[in-house]
């Protein structure tokens, strides 16, 4: 009896890599059409391997993909966006493997999460390509993959009295509401301005084509970064390597 083979072709970003032995790799790709694959990439390590490329971590590409059992392999794949930095930039670096884990983390197998992927992909876009501030893209993915996720905070106005805003709004992190000054608050909120509240608010309810087209001042974007990477770690309880690193290593130096 022979195992059922299936083909198909998808296009798909590469979020993690391995070497196995001399001349393979197992790649993790977050796909457009089956959510996320591990593949193998048999050859790739040759020089002459013509799929190389198109395997790399961080490049959309196009795959032909052979299922036999539950093993997949690539047998055919042309690169069609590559986004690694070579300029070095530790923070954009650590950011871009962030934003793989974060795919990792929230996108399932045999399941395709095109919204999730379209936003990793433009926030890809965005920090490596355009050079858009990283504290602020950083920020932007990680509110946007809470909302996407099941995590959509509730900023229309202070749930008690109704206000909509003020110079100082709080917002927590356990529950994602909005207090202002004069009502009662718990212990986890953490104090907004009006920019940091509009940022909030734009990055949860924009649609994706409007969703980087705002800028703060790199201050804020700081601030912002650190609120929207404590709602994302509190709400789904997850810690994430890159991210601590990204806390631990980049933002110190
Ligand atoms: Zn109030």
């Not at 993690?16 to 457009?32: A, C, H, I, N």
């Not at 490329?53 to 997949?72: C, E």
């Not at 884990?101 to 936003?119: K, Q, V």
């Amino acid at each position: 009896m022979t195992e059922l083979q299936t083909r198909f072709t998808t296009e798909g970003l590469v979020i993690k890599e391995m070497s196995v032995g001399e001349s393979d790799r197992l790649v993790t790709l977050f796909t457009r059409d089956y959510g996320i694959i591990k593949a193998f990439a048999p050859g790739v390590k040759s020089v002459k391997s013509k799929r190389a490329p198109a395997t790399a971590l961080l490049t959309y590409s196009s795959f032909s993909i052979q299922k036999r059992g539950d093993i997949y392999r690539i047998y055919e794949a042309s690169p069609i966006t590559a986004f690694f930095t070579l300029d070095g930039d530790i923070a954009v670096i650590t950011i871009c493997q962030y934003f793989c884990e974060l795919a990792g983390e929230f996108g399932e197998s045999g399941n395709p999460n095109t919204e999730l992927l379209r936003l990793i992909l433009n926030s890809l876009h965005f920090l490596v390509k355009e050079k858009r501030q990283p504290e602020l893209i950083k920020a932007i993915t990680e509110l946007r993959v809470a909302v996407i996720s099941g995590y959509m905070p509730d900023l229309v106005a202070c749930p008690v009295c109704g206000k909509f805003e003020d110079d100082v709004m709080y917002f927590s992190l356990r529950d994602g509401s909005l207090r202002c000054k004069d009502c009662p608050k718990g212990n986890d909120e953490v104090a907004v301005d009006r920019t940091l509240l509009s940022a909030l608010r734009h990055i949860s309810f924009s649609q994706l084509g409007k969703l980087y087209s705002f800028e703060i001042p790199v201050e804020s974007a700081r601030r912002l970064s650190k609120i929207t990477s404590g709602y994302l770690t509190m709400q789904t309880e997850h810690r994430f390597s890159a991210l601590e690193f990204y806390n631990n290593y980049v933002l110190s130096e």
